[in-house]
């Protein structure tokens, strides 16, 4: 029985849980907006928005009423029927696509989301080859960890999907060697999050969508992290750069409720068929009711306008901190790249009451708060820095 000490607690889920996380040493208990408040009643402030879920901030009022008022009317019942709340969530999520008429296949995480847009690659194409990148994360299921080029991340999903091809970031040389006519898709993650915040010259992403123009193959968007308005536009691939023809989603799309999407175009949906794809708890009424809900808070709250005015004040106080070397990236998804090594900053202020993340780049802190940060927020950071 859990007991509210973080020691019991902490002693309880050793006990009966794989140890396959590095914890920080808090007890969550309970979480509103910016701040997540743990057992003991200390009070964080969430700069890493619960593994970048948490987009319209923790238990926001209009999610979290969806969400019980669906859980009092169905739970759940699978794609063999209609649902009111599926076809909510559906056509609000394509009304905000980069791309008119895209069609939408609900899943239930972002590695899912990646294999189900593979497949469809494969199939739109009859071609079986993936490009990825060094550096990018796709995810932990067969395919998607076959196509991540980070650390050790591939190795652990031995033995791998043949198939995957491994370019680099932002060199459009080294994709163009190897996209001949077997392949069937170019997957990215448009900033490489845990990387370090990386991202590639706007010219690179222009000159991808040609290159897949021009070779017949489907150009895919991990926007498992940078979608549902973390860059300040709904998905990076409003930010001035040609659309994809897939879009993955997951993360913050039901601000916690698990759930992914992929969002394909016309074209590619029409060589999708009945049976081709499929997932018990896609599209569940829970599940749906929580998109919808999320997608209405942050346009109901104009949170895409206030992730780009608190961007540009956090980037000019941060031009401030000596510490500071630059900060990478766009929106929410930031680096902080330091003159030393991150980690230590991530625990001095983790003990300060500010959680971040880390990355695979010694040096760069990763910030993914919630969407409605606002300046006196960063102002607390800025502080416990100085
Ligand atoms: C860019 C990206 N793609 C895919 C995934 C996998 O998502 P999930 O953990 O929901 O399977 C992640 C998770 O961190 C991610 O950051």
């Known amino acids: 029985m859990l007991s509210s000490t973080l020691h019991d607690i902490t002693a309880s889920e050793e006990q009966f849980q794989l140890a396959t996380y590095k914890k920080m040493p808090i007890a969550a208990e309970r979480g509103e907006g910016v701040w997540l408040y743990a057992s003991n009643g200390d009070k964080y402030l969430d700069l890493y928005g619960g593994h970048a879920v948490a987009g319209t901030g923790h238990c926001h009022p209009h999610v979290v009423k969806a969400i019980r008022e669906q859980a009092g009317q169905l739970l759940f019942y699978s794609n063999l029927v209609y649902s009111e709340a599926r076809a909510r969530a559906a056509e609000k999520l394509a009304s905000i696509a ?117 070779r017949g193959i489907v150009l895919i968007y991990d926007e498992v992290q940078t979608g549902v308005g973390r860059t300040g536009a709904w998905f990076f691939a409003h930010n001035n750069v040609s659309a994809p023809d897939i879009i993955t989603l997951a993360k913050a799309l039901g601000s916690g409720v698990p759930v992914g999407a992929c969002l394909v175009t016309k074209a590619i949906a029409s060589h999708i068929k009945e049976n081709d794809l499929g997932t018990t708890f896609g599209g569940g009424m829970l599940a749906m009711a929580a998109v919808t809900a999320t997608l209405e808070a942050i346009e109901n709250d104009d949170m895409l306008a206030n ?80």
Do not use: W
């Not at 960890?145 to 970031?169: D, Q």
């Not at 900060?327 to 930031?334: E, I, K, Q, S």
């Not at 990763?366 to 409605?372: D, F, H, M, S, V």
């Open 98 to 214: 980069p791309v008119d008429d895209m069609k939408i296949f609900f899943c239930n995480s972002g590695t899912e989301a990646n294999e189900n847009a593979m497949r469809m690659a494969r199939m739109s194409t009859r071609r079986e080859k993936i490009i990825t990148f060094s550096g990018g994360f796709h995810g932990r299921t067969a395919d998607a960890i076959s196509a991540t080029f980070l650390g050790k991340y591939r190795e652990l999903g031995k033995p791998n999907v043949p198939g995957h091809l491994e370019a680099e970031f932002g060199n459009i040389e080294s994709v163009r060697a190897l996209a001949d006519d077997t392949v069937a898709a170019i997957m990215l993650e448009p900033i490489q999050s845990m990387a370090g915040v990386r991202m590639a010259q706007p010219e690179f992403y222009a000159a991808l969508r040609e290159l897949c123009n021009e």
């Open 307 to 386: 992730v780009r005015r608190v961007e540009s004040y956090l980037r000019n106080r941060m031009r401030e901190v000596e510490q500071v070397k630059a900060v990478r990236g766009l929106g929410f998804l930031l680096g902080i790249e330091f003159h030393d090594k991150a980690a230590p900053i991530h625990q001095q202020l983790l003990e300060r009451k500010i959680i971040t993340g880390t990355s695979s780049d010694a040096n760069v802190l990763r910030l993914l708060p919630p969407l409605c940060l606002r300046e006196e927020h960063v102002e607390l950071l800025v502080d416990a820095l100085s």
